[in-house]
């Protein structure tokens, strides 16, 4: 819901920090791995036991890597397989976290968390079908930013994907609450998307 208004504020720090990282030599699949790897740092902190800023610091430098490689990519060429290569660590990102507070307490967080990534799986699987079948409708779109697939507005996008973890790391008492209330968000989020499918598809 948020992301079209981030995308204005954000756009073009991103892209002059993607042009920097490009005339020194990075490429946007090596940011995106950076990117990965810092997110996967936070995952396994959380597993750990750690929460709080130390969490958080490698969780907010995942999504600005995630950032910058789209605005390397823009500066150097972008490639197909960059665009795969960025929604999939995005996705591997998303699960990894829900699944980080299930180890580190499966008593306690395992039934949320489950419901969670439940909730990402469907809208997951809406959100990347409505891209493979814009694809071959021949549909574009650039309500949020130039992107290598087609991007559907939903209530529930990147943007409030990323406020929650950051609340779930800094407070994890409340990830279970705040689990069961995202998920249900996730889920009309991806029924809407059902039904715009079935007006613009059918």
Same mark, same amino acid.
């Given at each position: 819901?948020?992301?079209? #208004? !981030?995308?204005?504020? &954000?756009?073009?720090?991103?892209? $002059? ?6 005339? $020194? ?15 996967? &740092? ?14 958080? #610091?490698?969780?907010? %430098?995942?999504?600005?890597?995630? *950032? ?6 823009? %500066? ?18 998303? =699960?990894?976290? /829900? ?6 307490? /499966?008593? !306690?967080?395992?039934?949320? =968390?489950? @419901? ?12 990347? =079908? @409505? ?5 071959? $409708? ?5 309500? $949020? *930013? ?9 209530? !529930?996008? =990147?943007?409030?994907? &990323? ?8 407070? /994890? /008492?409340?990830?279970?609450? #705040? ?7 996730? &889920?009309?989020?991806? #029924?809407?998307?059902?039904?715009? %499918?079935?007006?613009? @598809?059918?």
């Amino acid at each position: 819901m948020l992301d079209g #208004l !981030m995308r204005e504020v &954000i756009d073009t720090p991103l892209n $002059r920090g993607g042009r920097w990282l490009a005339l $020194r030599g990075a490429s946007a699949d090596m940011v995106t791995l950076v990117g990965l790897g810092f997110g996967l &740092i936070a995952a396994a902190l959380l597993v750990a036991g750690w929460s709080g800023v130390l969490v958080a #610091l490698p969780l907010l %430098a995942n999504r600005l890597a995630d *950032g910058l490689d789209g605005a390397v990519a823009r %500066a150097r060429g972008k490639s197909d397989f960059g665009g795969y290569l960025d929604i999939t660590c995005d996705f591997a990102f998303y =699960g990894a976290i /829900p699944l980080a507070f299930v180890l580190a307490d /499966p008593a !306690m967080n395992g039934a949320a =968390g489950a @419901f969670l990534l439940a909730s990402f799986y469907l809208n997951g699987a809406t959100f990347l =079908g @409505f891209a493979i079948l814009a694809e071959k $409708r021949g549909l574009t779109t650039r309500s $949020r *930013g130039e992107k290598s697939l087609y991007f559907t507005a939903g209530l !529930m996008e =990147g943007t409030e994907t &990323i406020a929650v973890f950051v609340v779930m790391v800094l407070w /994890p /008492p409340l990830f279970v609450p #705040l689990a069961w209330v995202f998920g249900v968000l996730c &889920i009309v989020t991806a #029924l809407a998307r059902v039904i715009l %499918a079935r007006r613009v @598809f059918d």
